[in-house]
């Protein structure tokens, strides 16, 4: 898959909140990413409620996904 760049809007906010993950929704699905501790995961629309589900009954650790 081919590998987008994080906007500085979603740098800044990792650095001040540190996420875990980072949901990043997008037409097109990519490969995951990491900054620091937090891994970027672009989700298409219609993926939002189902990985929402998971986050609650998983919780939120990396690789839940």
């Known amino acids: 898959m081919r590998r987008p760049s994080i906007p500085r809007s979603a740098r800044s906010f990792i650095e001040a909140y540190r996420p875990q993950p980072l949901l990043i929704v997008s037409t097109s699905r990519f490969d995951p990413q990491r900054i620091g ?17 998971q986050l609650i009954y998983r919780g939120p650790n990396p690789g839940a996904l």
Do not use: P
């Open 37 to 53: 501790a937090t891994e970027v995961v672009w989700i298409t629309l219609d993926e939002v409620a189902s990985t929402m589900r």
